[in-house]
């Protein structure tokens, strides 16, 4: 929740340059504190969980998101062939860069960092990659896109409340029937929940804002830009 009470400041700071690097490289260095004195291979992840999911810890990458669709709205259109590239060799490095034991050996040190670049780096790439607009893929990806938002902030709070009130007052369920539970009932409904929150409450906002932009002028060019990019243009 710290991310979206924040998210309009951030967007706010694209507007200048100077002002937003200055904040991406400061979020930078807290994120290498946390992952050089922080915290620690001796421990595993479940122990310093707290830890980890402090916001200033995870600030860097929240910061890289606005950053890719920054710099995309605001730079030339890149190669294909590069961008294909960048995805391929990041995935690949994902996938085979050996890292094993606790999941903490990823989250900590220098593997954090260079799991962290790859994983912007195939970000940059799907976010740029030309794909077929009328391929049905793509319109999947498009609607999951839309939704993304709302669909965040509410499957943890939805599932808990349901394995937790609703589900006991049903009956008895092993584990596994608890998964396929979430999976077939209540997903589907969440997303079904976002969707509605998406049509009726985000896009007459985004709307609002585009207006309110328009009407500002060339100083808020780099909020309105990035609103493009939210809104699926």
């Known amino acids: 929740m710290t991310f979206y009470a924040i998210f309009p400041l951030m967007i706010m700071a694209t507007v200048k340059p100077r002002v937003f690097l200055s904040v991406l490289a ?3 260095l807290i994120y290498c504190y946390f992952a050089f004195f922080v915290l620690s291979n001796e421990f595993t992840l479940a122990e310093q969980w707290n830890i980890y999911i402090n916001p200033l810890n995870q600030s860097f990458l929240f910061a890289s998101g606005i950053a890719i669709g920054w710099f995309r709205d605001n ?35 220098i593997n954090r960092i260079l799991f962290t670049v790859f994983c912007i780096g195939l970000c940059y790439s799907a976010i740029n990659c030309n794909i077929e607009k009328d391929l049905v893929l793509t319109k ?26 609703v589900l006991p007052k049903i009956g008895q369920f092993s584990p596994m029937a608890k998964l396929y539970i979430l999976f077939l009932v209540v997903l589907p409904s969440i997303i079904f929940i976002s969707f509605l929150i998406y049509r009726f409450i985000e896009i007459p906002f985004m709307k609002m804002g585009k207006r309110l932009a328009v009407v500002r002028g060339d100083k808020t060019a780099g909020v309105y830009n990035l609103g493009k990019l939210r809104d699926g243009y």
Do not use: C, E, T
């Not at 060799?89 to 606790?102: D, E, K, Q, R, W």
């Open 140 to 165: 999947i990806l498009k609607f999951f896109g839309d939704i993304s938002y709302s669909l965040y902030l509410l499957h943890s709070v939805v599932g808990v409340y349901f394995l937790q009130l």
């Open 26 to 28: 400061f979020s930078f």
């Open 75 to 109: 730079s030339r259109n890149p190669s294909q062939v590069g961008v294909w590239v960048i995805g391929a060799v990041s995935l690949l490095f994902m996938m085979f860069y050996p890292a094993s034991g606790n999941q903490i050996n990823i989250v900590a040190g």
